[in-house]
């Protein structure tokens, strides 16, 4: 099959911009860097805001909360950031927040969740479920109407979304939808020999394209040093046995991404169980391409797409699928 061509903006970024090919020498330094990289996610549609307040969930757990305009209750979605587990936060985030508000009407609580190697596995998670079943129970202080509760996240943080949306199922939270964009769905699983014949993505993107195999082993060794704890399926999703019955999907992948085969086989999976799912690839863009929306029209159009699609899903319009 003829490879897609890379956007070419993207293509100028990569060359111009220092490669992560090198595991990053400690977690400060890498946060270092990863701020400075958050300069390049600007959003300038923020004139259709209709507030932003911080929200102290209990036990010392935060979250940032962007609401629309829109008078009356709206839908809402709890947001959890990228990073690996290890960088991110919710400032950094901010710009995507918004896009993300504007972008689906929703009210987005934005979660500032522990990072490893500090609070390794599982305290991102514990923190994940704790701020999604706060704001089930406190959806009317949010502005939110309590039938259209969603989950999002990318990258690690759509990992943490898959997690919630499992956990949910089981804790009968209704959710009316998912968003996973670009997700880490069982990369923590595996090392990067199974990595490379279970999913071909891996090796065949290991590097040269932002997100390298390298740092994604350096990011999963610090999130979950614990072997006994990498097939579990709170660190790795696409692990877990019975997923019938999950909410409706968005899953947005992208073409010279290593992830991209476990957002495949996410959505595959799923698809198997009766979920829903809308599946978005963009064949011609890079992970994080969410964040990178101003620089890039190609990117632009793929984060306007992921959110007119799960604005569909939240409003219960019927998933398709799609490879854009």
Not at 223 to 241: G, T
Request: charged content about 20%.
């Amino acid at each position: 099959m003829r490879e897609s061509r890379l956007d070419p903006v993207l293509a100028l970024l990569l060359k111009v911009a220092p490669e992560r090919n090198a595991e990053p020498a400690n977690a400060a330094i890498a946060r270092s860097q990863f701020r400075r990289a958050s300069g390049l996610m600007r959003y300038r549609g923020a004139g259709r805001a209709g507030g932003i307040e911080d929200f102290d969930l209990g036990s010392g757990l935060r979250a940032r909360l962007y609401r629309p305009s829109a008078s009356g209750p709206v839908a809402t979605v709890v947001f959890f950031h990228g990073g690996g587990w290890v960088v991110g936060d919710v400032a950094s985030y901010g710009a995507q927040c918004r896009r993300l508000r504007d972008g689906t009407g929703a009210a987005i609580l934005s979660v500032e969740y522990r990072l490893a190697p500090e609070a390794p596995f599982p305290a991102a998670v514990e923190d994940a479920l704790a701020a999604m079943r706060w704001a089930a129970a406190n959806v009317d202080r949010l502005g939110g109407d309590g039938t259209r509760l969603g989950v999002a996240g990318d990258s690690a943080g759509g990992n943490l979304a898959a997690v919630v949306a499992q956990a949910m199922r089981r804790e009968k939270i209704a959710l009316r939808a998912q968003l996973l964009v670009y997700p880490a769905l069982d990369s923590v699983g595996l090392r990067s020999g199974e990595a490379s014949l279970r999913f071909p993505s891996h090796a065949r993107f290991a590097r040269g394209y932002f997100l390298t195999l390298a740092g994604m082993n350096w990011y999963a060794d610090r999130y979950v040093p614990a072997e006994r704890d990498r097939a579990d399926p709170r660190a790795s999703p696409l692990r877990a046995e019975y997923l019938a019955g999950l909410p409706p999907a968005v899953i947005a992948t992208a073409g010279f991404d290593p992830l991209l085969d476990e957002g495949r086989a996410y959505a595959a999976a799923l698809r198997a169980a009766g979920v829903p799912v809308t599946y978005l690839e963009f064949p011609a863009l890079i992970h994080g391409f969410f964040g990178l929306a101003s620089l890039s029209p190609g990117c632009r159009r793929a984060a306007n797409s992921c959110c007119s699609a799960f604005r569909a899903l939240l409003a219960e319009r019927d998933a398709v699928s799609v490879r854009c």
